[in-house]
């Protein structure tokens, strides 16, 4: 059984920085695309960054440049470094993984990944 569990949320002044974390048990990720979304209160979830299992990044136009995705393949992990962090980047934070192989395309969509962490509340103070 896949399990996601997120790490690394919490309470930061704007202009701040926090890396969330994503280890990922029950089988490898290694050849499979990874993601974040996030949620603010009332609002859709949406698409944060995505990297793929060739390596290739993908992000939202209001985190480009500040935030980064990265994969270690060795330990089943993805990471999010934030930085410059805005009181709108105030949400709950949902690291995301694909359950096809090899796939194609860009993966910006929660529909192309099937397995879901529980969440990280990240909160950004003014």
């Known amino acids: 059984q896949v399990q996601l569990v997120e790490s690394g949320g919490g309470l930061v002044q704007a202009g701040g920085s926090l890396r969330l974390s994503c280890a990922a048990s029950?089988?490898?990720?290694?050849?499979?695309?990874r993601g974040w979304f996030r949620q603010a209160s009332g609002k859709e979830r949406e698409f944060v960054a995505a990297?793929?299992?060739?390596?290739?990044?993908y992000y939202a136009d209001s985190v480009k440049g500040r935030f980064t995705i990265s994969r270690d393949n060795a330990k089943n992990t993805v990471y999010l470094q934030m930085n410059t962090l805005k009181p709108e980047d105030t949400a709950v934070y949902y690291c995301a993984a694909d359950l096809i192989d090899r796939r194609l395309g860009s993966p910006s969509s929660s529909a192309d990944f099937g397995s879901w962490g529980q969440g990280t509340q990240v909160t950004v103070s003014s």
């Open positions: 029950g089988r490898t990720f290694s050849s499979r695309n």
């Open positions: 990297i793929r299992w060739t390596g290739t990044t």
